[in-house]
């Protein structure tokens, strides 16, 4: 029976995507987007668990926000059906955050759960893992070697001196990461759980909440493809929306993160091309799922 693949409406960024099984999730956003404390975590964790089928197909989760959700996903997959974890995403999202979890601090997380192998991070341009922003980051998964960067044109020598220089590889096109990664990992025949944050993408091709990279649909299609049949579980966020929080705290925690409201004039138009992006990618995954 194929799996039926989700929209978590939580931002209204999803409302015109077919296909998917929508859930209105709407009163939740200003205490889920971006991050929350580990009590609201869990209650909305609660809410969210009887509305999805045990295996959904791909699910989209709205804008990059709300990238944490994927440790819901992960959390929710049974041990014994353990998976490796391709994340494409223009930051690490293993940053340190003491009041909970939220979208750039949730790899961590992830890398602590029994049904995670090890997590790869593809795609990463974000100044994140330059040597300013180093101890930023959570370095005990990577020494761990739960979790390794693929990242694009960043300075990351710094790893090499800490005896990282495995876990965080450095290249020069988006074409010479993948050959890389599919000559590693996509070689391999266990399970894996594909999550992508469209602000991988070069902002040409879309826009998003964040900074952005430098990937292809193009280039994205190839990773999937080189992955079918593999493909237990994934999701898609990245969707631009515009929101503005109710609480001070959140404000400036955005503020902080560099995010900008994009121009009113320009997201209509932004969201429709994100639409087309979208159905393209929902065909790709949903040919390449296990």
Not at 138 to 166: C, F, H, Q
Not at 183 to 199: A, I, N
Request: glycine letters at 8%; hydrophobic letters at 40%; one cysteine or more.
């Amino acid at each position: 029976m194929p799996q039926i693949p989700i929209a978590l409406d939580l931002d209204g960024s999803l409302r015109k995507l077919e296909g998917v099984q929508r859930l209105d999730l709407s009163a939740w956003q200003e205490r889920i987007r971006f991050g929350c404390g580990w009590r609201t975590w869990h209650a909305f964790s609660r809410v969210l668990e009887p509305l999805l089928p045990p295996e959904p197909g791909p699910v989209f989760l709205g804008s990059g926000d709300f990238h944490h959700l994927t440790y819901f996903l992960l959390a929710r997959r049974p041990v014994d059906d353990p998976v490796e974890v391709i994340v494409l995403d223009n930051h690490p999202d293993n940053m340190r955050f003491p009041f909970g979890i939220h979208c750039g601090s949730w790899v961590a997380h992830a890398a602590r759960l029994p049904s995670v192998t090890r997590i790869h991070v593809l795609g990463i341009t974000s100044a994140d893992v330059s040597l300013p922003h180093a101890w930023e980051n959570r370095l005990s998964p990577l020494y761990r070697g739960k979790v390794r960067y693929w990242t694009l044109g960043v300075a990351v020598g710094w790893a090499r001196y800490l005896g990282l220089g495995a876990a965080v590889r450095a290249f020069d096109s988006v074409a010479s990461l993948c050959e890389a990664f599919l000559d590693t990992v996509g070689r391999g025949r266990d399970p894996v759980y594909f999550s992508l944050d469209k602000d991988v993408l070069d902002p040409a091709v879309v826009r998003t909440n964040w900074d952005q990279g430098r990937f292809t649909v193009e280039a994205i299609g190839t990773l999937i493809r080189g992955l079918s049949g593999r493909i237990a579980g994934s999701d898609v966020t990245g969707e631009v929306s515009s929101y503005r929080y109710r609480s001070g705290w959140k404000r400036l925690l955005s503020a902080l993160d560099g995010q900008e409201t994009p121009p009113a004039q320009e997201l209509a138009r932004w969201q429709d091309r994100q639409l087309a992006v979208d159905r393209t990618l929902l065909a790709l995954l949903q040919g390449a799922a296990r």
